[in-house]
């Protein structure tokens, strides 16, 4: 049977060696995980019998289990009924990896555009209606707002995921405003998608977003797109700030910087993250 690394186990309260995944394990999704753990963590593909051994499970259930897990992709089963990690989970873990390279890419470029405004720079990425960030420098003068990395805001209210909505195609963009529940976050957030879809007119033809306090009353920014060449990819990066400080007029100041950032970026992913001949 293939070795199975013992970093997934710790101490119990009796300070014995337990299953730190046990309570995950309780659930459909947990046991499938817990699965998926298995398979991963040995040193090679595994007989059914093997993780039999390793598994809970009843031997029915079992195989129930591993047949959707292969039908998903998530695992694949040789000839010789032997278990490993499918081609989706790959995939997923590639891409998952290019978003962690993606900030790597654009971080110099966050830096530079911080240094040239003095306020909070953002990055973001789209996943279906929300901007996830993925980073953030911050400005000269601290300004207490949600944004925070790893933290999710709606995409229709927040300019760096209007920036990112700009760049999808008409039916792709149609589908998920269809699929939105507006929310009046501030008295300046778009209630209908009639008025989003207005705004995204003017952001496509001009080639930059604004937030006039939509999602945070009083604070502001500017934000520009971002797409990988495949369209694997959208997001956007921003400038923002008080509006006691950061005027209009001073968002049309940056614009250019942001869009010249975005622009940057979306060069350095093509020549570093894109495929090498």
């Not at 101490?11 to 995950?24: A, H, I, P, W």
């Not at 090679?44 to 499970?57: A, C, E, K, N, V």
């Not at 290019?98 to 405004?117: G, K």
Request: charged share 25%; with cysteine.
């Amino acid at each position: 049977m293939p070795a199975i690394n013992e970093g997934r186990m710790g101490l119990n309260s009796d300070g014995e060696k337990g299953d730190t995944r046990r309570g995950r394990e309780t659930g459909t999704l947990g046991k499938l995980m817990a699965l998926v753990d298995h398979v991963a963590l040995a040193d090679g593909p595994m007989r059914f019998t093997d993780i039999l051994s390793l598994s809970d499970q009843p031997r029915g259930t079992l195989h129930r289990q591993l047949s959707h897990l292969v039908e998903e992709g998530l695992l694949e089963v040789d000839r010789d009924g032997r278990y490993r990690l499918g081609i989706r989970l790959l995939n997923l873990a590639s891409r998952s990896w290019a978003r962690n390279e993606f900030r790597a890419v654009a971080e110099p470029h966050l830096r530079h555009l911080q240094e040239l405004t003095g306020e909070t720079v953002h990055l973001g990425v789209l996943r279906g209606s929300e901007v996830i960030y993925l980073d953030k420098v911050e400005g000269r003068q601290s300004v207490r707002m949600y944004s925070q990395i790893g933290n999710a805001s709606p995409a229709y209210c927040t300019g760096v995921g209007k920036a990112a909505l700009s760049a999808l195609d008409d039916l792709d963009l149609a589908g998920r405003i269809a699929a939105l529940e507006f929310r009046a976050y501030t008295a300046h957030t778009h209630r209908n998608a009639a008025r989003l879809l207005a705004d995204i007119v003017e952001i496509r033809v001009r080639g930059y977003a604004f937030d006039r306090e939509e999602h945070e009353s009083g604070i502001c920014c500017v934000a520009a797109p971002i797409r990988a060449d495949d369209g694997g990819m959208l997001a956007g990066v921003s400038v923002t700030g008080p509006a006691y400080r950061v005027t209009s007029q001073k968002l049309q100041q940056w614009a250019p910087l942001v869009v010249a950032a975005a622009d940057s970026i979306m060069t350095d992913m093509r020549n570093r993250l894109g495929p090498k001949r």
